[in-house]
DNA sequence: TATGATGGATAAAAGGTTTTATCAACCGCC
DNA sequence: GGCGGTTGATAAAACCTTTTATCCATCATA
């Protein structure tokens, strides 16, 4: 079908190993003439020779392709932005270094080594690594490295993790709201999502901020965002003391705005809303929102120059990179004192005194 | 490295031939007896032994892989949402047919030929194609075969295309505004954009719609949204009669809000704002965007079941299926006799007549 | 007892490249 | 005239799989 260095070659009148030799500089030992090199440029040049890839790969066992591993990739345009974020920053990284992209999804937990192992790839980025023991043991020992990006790195990694201090980010939330003046902030959590490790660690985050400034935080202060949105609607009405919410990602944070406005609550002057990944969609929301950020296109690239290092200098101990959030204040967040008093009491007094008394934590 | 054929059937103490035939169904006249197969099986098992797909390709040429091409691959986050939804798309399809999808971005098209011949991919979807002639030529010549995704097809086309009634799409546009009772439309393009077959379709479909509504439409009426929108702001500030606008797509559409908010112009209380392309995006804006809807996931897929056909069945002539569009009207417009009368003179008193005598035509 | 199926299995080629080892020719030099 | 070095080039193995052609029994049939 395809013309091959053998049709070159023949063209030329010299041997495939020549051709080789010229064409892609192939054969250390492999000398020749000028005048031969000319011949078989203008040969190749002449069939429109493409070089075979795949055969090449075969024989070097390297395809210069690198996988990027979505759990479930059918979500991409109706799930939260930093998927595509994530996309975006390895295929820059990727392109930039003439490396090809090429994209897993759905891949069963059971055939993971082979998915990984079957020589299409010389290495995998994988968003959103489940935490099951057996297929981190796997993705360990598979025969190309594996680099886990946006995944909250457990206590002993068998792979290296590049992620954001997803702790951190969500102390930052409270550390914002709580210098707003608000006194009690809900948590929206999303059904199905709430044992991964990323959820866990901001909720530990929020606790954890809440506790050290004095804040009050019981279970009463989480809410489950489900399909039908009925926790937050029965929240909602029961007409609740909190005066900030903090939602733990991008779109359930949509979600609670568009919410409110629906119930002719106003975002900010009757509550103050944050999210978590704060990227392309929260500028267009109305108001904008106030999210954490994380630098995920600056992760992926990471990531990506990870595999590079390691297919160029061998693999390395796993590391583990975690980035800092920073807060990007938009519409949805205002001081408690523009709360009008319509709708809620002000509760926000009624904890003032022991905040002041806390107020060198934060 | 790996396991192999070879390694596996040592194992069994079977030849190759035996172990490719069990393992892969490879090679009908060969026949292995039951215990043989269950020995092969185990010793599979046992050595974990995974294919070797480069191989595999080597020898028959296939790959089960599809590339989805794009020119700038780069403004994928940055861009119109509805790359997303095409790659979204293309994936869902390819997923559940057991291809992979390898991406491409800023092939030279210099080198298109060589990206698309060298072995790795059995076929191509190309988003956005370029108009040039010899790039044309050389994708039909193509090894592989490649289908056009989201672009207007050209009188005599080389390829197979799948794209929406762009021209039809405008006239939507027209129509639905026309019936709120507005009789100037600006028509705002992006720079750079405005030779693209897709935006030339647009505004032809405009151009033509306004002329059979009676609507008046000089050059006037097109204006560019450049960089810093200074072509806008010039527009806005000489306190243009338009009541409505309808920018070439959605993120200009979006750019065009903003602005009208930061100018305190309410959409669509004085203006109305209609957008081409309707994705996630436009119901996140304030106000809802009312856009033009090509059944872009469709689209996509439906590209993707053409290779699989094509290469299942062998080439067809190149056809062109075009998708028309509907409009989905959100909040973004209104009729005109909401239009407060504060900030521009009423103009579309002025065209009344003439629009009547010309009422039966759209 | 040939003849012909049939079941069970293998050898070997092919696919296109990379790379090592080998070879021929030539030159210069003792 | 034999030796070492250099230049220019090639043959052939290896990468791992698929697939065709071949082979050897065995068994039934005429």
């Given at each position: ?202 909720l530990r985050g929020f606790r954890r901020a809440c506790q050290e400034a004095g804040l009050p935080f019981s279970e009463d202060d989480i809410v489950f965002w489900d399909r039908d949105a009925s926790q937050f609607a029965d929240w909602w009405r029961s007409g609740p003391p909190h005066t900030g919410v903090f939602a733990w990602n991008e779109r359930v944070a949509g979600a609670v705005l568009r919410r409110a406005h629906e119930s002719g609550v106003h975002v900010p002057t009757d509550l103050s809303v944050v999210g978590f990944d704060s990227t392309p969609f929260c500028e267009t929301t109305s ?76």
């Amino acid at each position: 079908m395809g013309v091959t260095l053998k049709d070159v070659a023949e063209a030329a009148g010299v041997s495939i190993t020549a051709v080789s030799k010229v064409l892609h500089g192939s054969g250390k030992s492999v000398r020749i003439a000028k005048e031969t090199e000319t011949a078989i440029r203008e040969a190749a040049h002449r069939l429109q020779y493409v070089p075979n890839s795949v055969a090449r790969s075969l024989r070097t066992s390297r395809t210069r392709t690198i996988g990027l591993v979505f759990e479930n990739f059918g979500s991409l345009s109706e799930g939260p932005m930093y998927y595509v974020l994530m996309l975006d920053g390895v295929a820059q990284e990727l392109f930039r270094n003439h490396y090809r992209l090429t994209i897993l999804a759905e891949v069963s937990h059971k055939h993971v080594g082979g998915a990984l192992s079957d020589g299409r790839m010389d290495g995998a980025i994988w968003c959103k690594l489940p935490m099951e023991e057996e297929v981190l043991a796997q993705l360990a020992q598979s025969r190309i490295p594996v680099v886990a990006l946006n995944t909250e790195a457990p206590a002993n990694p068998l792979l290296t993790y590049v992620s954001c201090d997803n702790e951190g980010g969500a102390r930052l939330v409270v550390e914002h709201l709580y210098a707003l003046g608000h006194r009690r902030v809900l948590y929206v959590m999303e059904i199905g999502e709430d044992d991964t490790p990323d959820a866990t660690a901001r909720l530990r985050g929020f606790r954890r901020a809440c506790q050290e400034a004095g804040l009050p935080f019981s279970e009463d202060d989480i809410v489950f965002w489900d399909r039908d949105a009925s926790q937050f609607a029965d929240w909602w009405r029961s007409g609740p003391p909190h005066t900030g919410v903090f939602a733990w990602n991008e779109r359930v944070a949509g979600a609670v705005l568009r919410r409110a406005h629906e119930s002719g609550v106003h975002v900010p002057t009757d509550l103050s809303v944050v999210g978590f990944d704060s990227t392309p969609f929260c500028e267009t929301t109305s108001p904008p929102l106030t999210a954490v950020r994380q630098p995920i296109l600056e992760m992926a690239k990471h990531a990506a120059r990870i595999l590079f290092d390691t297919l160029d200098n061998g693999p390395d101990e796993p590391r583990v990179f975690t980035y800092p959030c920073t807060l990007d204040v938009r519409g949805s967040t205002a001081p408690t004192s523009m709360v009008r008093r319509t709708r809620r009491k002000p509760v926000e007094t009624s904890n003032g005194p022991i905040l002041d008394a806390e107020r060198g934590h934060p």
